[in-house]
C-alpha cells in the first residue's frame, strides 16, 4: 500500500482544491499522519484515500494534516499491522493481473490470452482490474504483443 499512497496523496495535495474549497492553508502532512495513512489498508483504493484528504483538509486547522484530522478508521490504523487478508489477496491478485498482462500485452487478443493463462473470463479479468485499479492498458510503451 505504501507505493499507492506515496504517489496518491501528494498528488490530491499538490492540487489546491481542497485548500481553496474549504479556504485551509494545509501544506503537508506529519510524519505521524503519513504512517497512519500508509498503515491503512484502503479498501476503497484511490477514492477512499482522496476522501480522507479532503475530509482532513476541511477539519485540520493548522498547516500540516495531523492524524487527528484524519477520518476515525485512519487515524486508528496502526503502523506496523499487519494487512487484513482480503487486502493482500487483492493485492497478489493486481500484481498476477498486471504482470499477465505485460507478458500477453494489451490488446484486445493480449487480454484474452492473460485471461486465459490467469484461469478466468475475460469479464472476470475486467472485473478484477477495476476492484484493482490495475490499468488495462500500457501507458509506458505501446505493446502489440507477448514479449520475446
Known amino acids: 500500500m505504501s507505493t499507492f ?3 496518491q496523496s501528494t498528488q490530491f495535495l499538490d492540487e489546491p482544491k481542497y485548500c481553496r474549497k474549504y479556504r485551509r492553508d494545509v501544506e503537508g502532512i506529519t510524519d505521524e499522519a503519513r ?3 500508509v498503515s491503512y489498508h484502503w479498501p476503497g483504493n484511490a477514492r477512499e484515500l482522496e476522501n480522507a484528504i479532503e475530509y482532513a483538509v476541511n477539519v ?3 498547516r500540516s494534516i495531523r ?3 484524519l477520518p476515525a478508521a485512519v487515524s486508528r490504523a496502526r503502523p506496523g499491522a499487519l494487512k487484513p ?5 487483492r493485492s497478489y491478485e ?10 500477453c500485452g494489451y490488446s484486445l487478443e493480449g ?6 493463462e490467469l484461469g ?6 475486467y472485473r478484477k482490474r477495476g476492484a484493482a485499479a490495475a490499468p488495462l492498458h500500457n501507458t509506458a510503451r505501446p505493446h502489440a504483443g507477448p514479449r520475446a
Open 35 to 37: 504512517q497512519r495513512l
Open 111 to 116: 487480454k484474452k490470452r492473460a485471461a486465459r
Open 67 to 69: 492524524s487527528a484530522s
Open 60 to 62: 485540520e486547522t493548522g
Open 5 to 7: 499512497f506515496q504517489g
Open 120 to 125: 478466468v473470463s475475460l469479464p472476470t479479468l
Open 85 to 89: 487478508l482480503d487486502a493482500k489477496v
Open 94 to 103: 493486481r500484481m498476477l493481473l498486471i504482470e499477465a498482462l505485460e507478458t
